[in-house]
């Protein structure tokens, strides 16, 4: 007998422990939406969003719009969530299975993945059931083994790469310095030639054996160049040829002076290297103790904490503190000083460091103006393997390359995974057909139950027994009584009154 709407008492189970309810065709009756196909059935729809099983609330009988043939809606009026719930009656959910299903059918309908997956190593490797089968595939699984130390030798020195392209990277080399000078004499008057004598200095150079492709200029070696000519002949104002780097300076291959003159003068030619990093001269009191001359200041303070280090002289207690012994005393006028005032200390220690110098006479005696004087100094550049590292951590046609075989060998591994599936398939139906239909049957058919949130056991509500049982009349009753209820609050909704 049908009870009354919202009081759901538990039935009986059915036979096989099936909670009964779930009213489907009879035996031998093909309802409409039923195709048959190999491997199971195919677009069957629910029965339990047809004939609910008692003790089952509505929105589970009444599932949303109807799910046809792989989510597709049914035909029919939708019934259960489109309608009001009813006060004191829980909300429908939606059973997770079901929910999976759904989100899955959506993603495909909005549209292509928005990223490509990603692959892993494991991905590579073979299964071991395909190695038992082709024993020649352990050659491929030694080469993947190797490709991963390769891979972990290959990230270990790109990394040294990039902490050593942080760190200036330079070589000494020697640069060869030409001076030479030419000299015109005076001409009588009323020739066309210049009538007072004079000379011209070259000041040129070149770097020995420089390999790169690309010539280095001259004057890019140099922060500034002074040439001192004889005071006592050019006098206090017009002595000195100055030359200093400013950012706008375009870079020269050699540098040149005119002067009038018919007499052979001394010059003092002052080079002042470029380095970079800066490089700075320190206190000869300093310099004694540390052992270093000219250098850097992250050198000069690297070669300051070993001294520190070495000798002690950090408090024991207070470590930021640095206790002076006799020398550190005279040279920092203080007993005791902070780590953090070392900079500041250090930076009156620190001077320019000394120029070239390099003494020339300007000849002007006809016989010997060829003679070119060449000297020869050390100098620091950029070392070649600096460019090459950096090359080669930007260049991106190796890593495309390798990308795309990668890309190769995981579709070769899903190939592979595929046809081992297919071999087994074929190799189970060959050795016992009857069997491997049967648990082929029952497989698609627990599939199909998960696909489509079924309850209970489609085979045995596909037979007309299942539906004599004592339950049906009662089941049908509240099915009936179901229906009422629902159409009822859906006429209440339209006509905004309450039927009573």
């Given at each position: 007998m049908a009870s009354r709407a919202g009081f759901l008492p538990s039935s009986p189970a059915g036979p096989g422990g099936a909670n009964p309810g779930a009213a489907g065709p009879p035996g031998g009756v093909r309802m409409a939406g039923m195709t048959p196909s190999?491997?199971?059935?195919?677009?069957?729809?629910?029965?339990?969003?047809?004939?609910?099983?008692?003790?089952?609330?509505?929105?589970?009988s009444m599932p949303m719009g109807g799910i046809g043939p792989m989510g597709s809606p049914m035909p029919g009026?939708?019934?259960g969530s489109g309608m009001p719930g009813r006060p004191g009656m829980p909300h429908s959910s939606i059973d997770p299975a079901r929910k999976r299903l759904l989100q899955q059918q959506a993603g495909g309908l909005m549209g292509p993945r928005r990223g490509i997956k990603r692959r892993k190593m494991a991905d590579k490797v073979l299964p071991q059931r395909i190695r038992d089968l082709v024993p020649e595939s352990q050659a491929y699984m030694d080469l993947l083994a190797f490709e991963r130390k390769l891979d972990q030798t290959i990230a270990r020195k790109r990394m040294e790469i990039q902490e050593a392209i942080k760190k200036p990277i330079t070589q000494k080399r020697k640069l060869r310095i030409y001076i030479s000078n030419t000299c015109t004499p005076g001409k009588p008057e009323g020739e066309e030639a210049e009538k007072v004598a004079s000379w011209e200095l070259r000041v040129e150079g070149k770097l020995l054996d420089d390999p790169g492709k690309q010539k280095r200029k001259f004057s890019s070696f140099f922060k500034s160049l002074v040439i001192e000519l004889d005071k006592e002949l050019y006098?206090?104002?017009?002595?000195?040829?100055e030359w200093h780097r400013m950012p706008t300076t375009q870079e020269t291959d050699g540098f040149q002076v005119k002067r009038p003159g018919d007499v052979s003068v001394k010059c003092t030619l002052l080079?002042?290297?470029?380095h970079q990093p800066p490089q700075y001269k320190l206190d000869p009191r300093l310099a004694r103790l540390l052992g270093v001359h000219t250098q850097t200041r992250a050198s000069i303070m690297q070669a300051l904490w070993l001294y520190i280090k070495s000798n002690k002289l950090q408090d024991c207690h207070e470590k930021e503190y640095i206790n002076c012994n006799r020398y550190f005393r005279q040279i920092f006028a203080c007993p005791r000083m902070r780590f953090s005032e070392?900079?500041?200390?250090?930076?009156?220690?620190?001077?320019?460091?000394?120029?070239?110098?390099?003494?020339?006479?300007?000849?002007?005696d006809p016989n010997d103006q060829k003679k070119t004087a060449c000297f020869d100094i050390d100098v620091e550049v950029d070392d070649p393997l600096k460019s090459q590292m950096t090359s080669f951590l930007s260049s991106t046609t190796n890593q495309q390359e390798i990308?795309?075989?990668e890309m190769k060998i995981h579709e070769t591994i899903e190939s592979i995974n595929q046809l081992k599936t297919q071999r087994d398939f074929m190799l189970s139906f060959s050795n016992n057909p009857q069997d491997f239909i049967q648990d082929w049957l029952k497989s698609q058919s627990r599939d199909l139950k998960l696909m489509t949130?079924?309850?209970?056991?489609?085979?045995e509500e596909r037979r007309s027994e299942f539906y004599q049982a004592p339950w049906v009349q009662e089941a049908v009753g509240r099915y009936v009584f179901s229906k009422v209820q629902q159409r009822r609050q859906e006429l209440e909704q339209v006509l905004g009154i309450r039927l009573t």
């Open positions: 190999a491997g199971g059935y195919r677009g069957l729809p629910s029965p339990a969003g047809q004939y609910p099983r008692p003790g089952m609330p509505p929105s589970r009026p939708s019934y006098g206090p104002d017009n002595h000195l040829v080079l002042m290297l470029d070392i900079p500041m200390k250090l930076a009156g220690l620190l001077q320019h460091p000394d120029p070239i110098v390099i003494n020339h006479i300007i000849s002007v990308a795309a075989l949130d079924t309850a209970g056991n489609p085979e």
